[in-house]
């Protein structure tokens, strides 16, 4: 028993890690706390097995804190995900406006007028006044983050899509505008020189 626990615990710690840190949504999420909690089980059959109570302590209460995860992804932010995601089909088969979420912003595709990739939404930028959206920053560049790139793109350059946002402006325009210093985002985006609308 002390054996197998040996093994499934760490494999189960690694897998788990990927899956909540690739942030696929919910349930990818929420089942990774479900693997995490099979590898907390097993590191507390471990310290049992070994006469390690600091392993046990820790991992009983990494437990709990896997349950409370497994509720929170699972539960409640699997249900605001469907409500949104039934929402927005709904809008595509009915005479209402087309929607899609808020949340669906970041991660979106960024293409140029053509449909070239540029890159993808990280977030939007929303006046509190008019709930007008001001900017959408769009990272472009790098590999899984690492080295990329982030713009502000002002609204009136952006067509909200349903599967992508479109920019009235060129790849060469896009590449133009201000990088922006990590941690440091603007209070408005600015245009640099003339772009096309």
């Known amino acids: 028993m002390e054996e197998i626990a040996g093994w499934v615990a760490p494999i189960a710690t690694m897998i788990a890690a990927m899956m909540t840190a690739a942030n696929l949504g919910a349930r990818v999420t929420g089942w990774g706390f479900i693997v995490f909690t099979v590898g907390s089980i ?54 209402s406006p087309t929607l899609f979420t808020a949340t669906g912003i970041g991660g979106m595709d960024v293409v140029d007028p053509e449909g070239q990739s540029l890159g993808h939404a990280v977030e939007a930028l929303i006046e509190c006044s008019t709930s007008a959206v001001s900017y959408v920053v769009v990272a472009s560049g790098g590999v899984v983050g690492i080295d990329e790139k982030l713009r502000a793109v002002p609204r009136e350059h952006v067509h909200f899509g349903c599967d992508d946002l479109k920019l009235h402006i060129t790849a060469d325009e896009f590449e133009a505008l201000p990088v922006l210093e990590s941690g440091h985002w603007p209070a408005a985006a600015k245009s640099q020189g003339r772009m096309a609308k």
């Open 42 to 95: 097993a590191w507390t059959t471990v310290g049992l097995t070994s006469g390690q109570t600091n392993l046990v302590a820790s991992n009983a209460f990494l437990t709990l804190v896997n349950l409370v995860g497994i509720w929170r992804w699972l539960g409640r932010q699997v249900a605001y995900e469907d409500g949104a995601k039934s929402a927005q089909s709904e809008s595509r088969r009915s005479s």
